[in-house]
């Protein structure tokens, strides 16, 4: 009897023992575990652009089916046709005054530095207390005639960035596209995909487990959807706010800074910080005094978005503490890039939840009761 039962023991163990090997196999080999990861990222790259456009525009689609009574196939053209004159009217709209502001900036960036540099040598004049720090030397050291020269020096390795950039690039475009193709098959069948996720949740697991788990992961589309409609909105409306703050306040370039405003804003706790920077740098080569001001009104309506807007529109939607957001924030966009810092935020609230009902359960099947 004892020696069956060591038996059964040792045979419990062999799970263990199979997954800490695995475990440091992949520690010690974490460079190559690395780079097969990013590489199968890559490759998948195309069915993660297919999901998440076929994501955004679900909620659209069934609007247009449910008040509109249209059949599938016009309910999934009328949906890629407003998101086609959406585009259109943002390509039309807002691109070609992005695109001049950008050349502007490029064709005036000497003078504005120029003119950002005998600003600081006039303020250093004025200041005593910059005796000990050699100003004037340090601004003549990065004068523009300086600059060009060190841009020169370094052409080659600038060119051979660029190539590979726009290599980049094109690769980049080719996989939204194949995106956008997958997207469309996966609107039209997507009652076919989840009727088929279903069955091989109840064709593997027992009925209370599939049950869980089709209710775990409707709850996690609940909450993926409301945050990211919400967070779209959201900064739509914080974007529209910058561009008349900033028309209103005589600032150069409205339109640019505000789309930086809004875009950044959809990163929690971070975008507003990300998207101040270039808004002030930008204003800072031409009027440095002015750069203040854009400062303190981006403070300002993050503040309002913070406190007021944000919470009206997202409520509740994720309920995950400071802590844990700014959590898991760093590790996505360590991971994952800007993408990574936006999902951050209803992945750590879905593996939350997930988490409570677990412990949930262990403590009632212990009854144990902790307030």
Same mark, same amino acid.
């Given at each position: 009897m004892k020696k069956h039962l060591l038996r059964v023991m040792h045979l419990e163990w062999l799970p263990v023992l199979f997954i800490s090997l695995i475990l440091?196999?992949?520690?010690?080999?974490?460079?190559?575990?690395?780079?097969?990861?990013?590489?199968?990222?890559?490759?998948?790259? /195309?069915?993660?652009?297919?999901?998440?456009?076929?994501?955004?525009?679900n909620p659209l689609m069934k609007n247009l089916e449910k008040f509109l009574r249209l059949p599938r196939m016009m309910s999934l053209v009328a949906t890629y046709a407003i998101a086609a004159w959406i585009l259109y009217l943002a390509m039309t709209g807002i691109v070609p005054s992005i695109a001049a502001s950008i050349q502007d900036i490029i064709d005036n960036g000497p003078a504005y530095f120029e003119s950002l540099r005998r600003f600081l040598l006039d303020a250093s004049v004025r200041i005593e207390s910059f005796e000990f720090f050699d100003l004037e030397k340090f601004?003549?050291?990065?004068?523009?005639?300086?600059?060009?020269?060190?841009?020169s020096e370094n052409l080659d390795t600038a060119v051979s960035a660029m190539f590979f950039g726009v290599l980049g690039f094109a690769n980049s475009i080719f996989k939204f596209v194949i995106g956008l193709i997958l997207s469309i098959y996966l609107l039209k069948d997507k009652e076919k995909f989840i009727s088929s996720i279903k069955r091989s949740a109840y064709a593997h697991f027992d009925k209370e487990t599939a049950e869980g788990l089709c209710g775990f992961v409707h709850e996690s589309d609940r909450m993926f959807t409301k945050f990211i409609i919400g967070k779209i909105v959201d900064s739509a409306i914080i974007g529209i706010l910058a561009y008349f703050g900033l028309i209103f306040m005589g600032i150069r370039y409205p339109i640019l800074l505000a789309l930086i405003v809004g875009v950044t804003n959809m990163i929690?706790?971070?975008?507003?910080?990300?998207?101040?920077? /270039?808004?002030?740098?930008? @204003?800072l080569f031409y009027s440095p005094i002015q750069s203040l001001w854009v400062l303190l009104f981006i403070l300002v309506l993050q503040q309002f978005d913070g406190y007021i807007l944000g919470p009206k529109i997202l409520g509740d939607s994720v309920g995950v503490k400071p802590f844990m957001i700014i959590l898991a924030i760093l590790l996505g966009g360590g991971l994952f890039g800007l993408l990574g810092m936006f999902l951050a935020?209803? @992945?750590?609230?879905?593996?939350?939840?997930?988490?409570?009902?677990?412990?949930?359960?262990?403590l009632e099947e212990k009854g144990i009761v902790i307030s």
């Open positions: 440091f196999k992949i520690v010690e080999n974490y460079v190559s575990v690395w780079s097969f990861v990013k590489l199968l990222v890559g490759l998948l790259m /195309p069915f993660v652009w297919g999901f998440g456009i076929a994501y955004i525009l601004l003549e050291r990065w004068s523009l005639d300086n600059m060009l020269s060190t841009i929690p706790y971070f975008g507003p910080f990300i998207g101040a920077v /270039p808004a002030v740098l930008i @204003t935020v209803p @992945t750590a609230a879905v593996i939350r939840n997930y988490y409570r009902r677990h412990v949930d359960r262990r």
